[in-house]
């Protein structure tokens, strides 16, 4: 079990907190659902109107970092301006992440892409400042959707 960390990443679902949970666990080695604390009885309080069973407290760690999430109805989404950085070791461990969690089309540029919750994450190589130096190589990243190493290596 990962120590908790004095900050945490905190993920707001309208109601797929417990989908979100079992889907990343299963994409990230070193990874698993540390607890969940469900919404009470509706019945309780009128607040929890069509929330009972739903996630009011999730704890998981991905990769051996700790996370909590909710389910908290629709008033917040997620966008690209917050994302969660993938440092992979090679282009077999790129092209892993990306099949697993790329599933928006438009939103894939320069390593970004958006999975099925809308959650943003960057699948780069580790060495991604090295494949970087040079205008041509830039200009190389600008143009790719998903990373591909050789072509970064070769520009």
Same mark, same amino acid.
């Given at each position: 079990?990962?120590?908790? #960390?004095?900050?945490?990443?905190? +993920? &707001?679902?309208?109601?797929?907190?417990?989908?979100?949970?079992?889907?990343?666990?299963?994409?990230?080695?070193?990874?698993?659902?540390?607890?969940?604390?469900?919404?009470?009885?509706? #019945? +309780?309080?009128?607040?929890?109107?069509?929330?009972?069973?739903?996630?009011?407290?999730?704890?998981?760690?991905? @990769?051996?970092?700790?996370?909590?999430?909710?389910?908290?109805?629709?008033?917040?989404?997620?966008?690209?301006?917050?994302?969660?950085?993938?440092?992979?070791?090679?282009?077999?461990?790129?092209?892993?992440? &990306?099949?697993?969690?790329?599933?928006?089309?438009?939103?894939?540029?320069?390593? &970004?892409?958006?999975?099925?919750?809308?959650? #943003? &994450? *960057?699948? =780069?190589?580790? @060495?991604?400042?090295? +494949?970087?130096?040079?205008?041509?190589? =830039? *200009?190389?990243?600008?143009?790719?959707?998903?990373?591909?190493?050789?072509?970064?290596?070769?520009?």
């Amino acid at each position: 079990m990962a120590e908790l #960390s004095a900050i945490q990443p905190c +993920l &707001w679902f309208d109601d797929q907190a417990r989908a979100a949970m079992a889907f990343y666990v299963d994409v990230f080695p070193n990874s698993g659902i540390t607890r969940i604390d469900e919404y009470p009885d509706e #019945s +309780l309080d009128e607040h929890f109107a069509g929330m009972s069973g739903k996630v009011l407290n999730g704890q998981f760690t991905l @990769n051996g970092v700790a996370f909590v999430c909710l389910d908290g109805g629709p008033l917040f989404t997620f966008n690209e301006s917050i994302s969660f950085v993938v440092s992979c070791a090679d282009q077999a461990e790129i092209d892993h992440y &990306w099949s697993k969690l790329s599933s928006v089309p438009e939103s894939e540029q320069c390593g &970004w892409c958006r999975d099925r919750f809308g959650v #943003s &994450w *960057q699948i =780069i190589p580790s @060495n991604m400042g090295e +494949l970087t130096r040079r205008p041509e190589q =830039i *200009q190389v990243m600008m143009r790719q959707k998903k990373i591909v190493i050789a072509e970064l290596e070769n520009a």
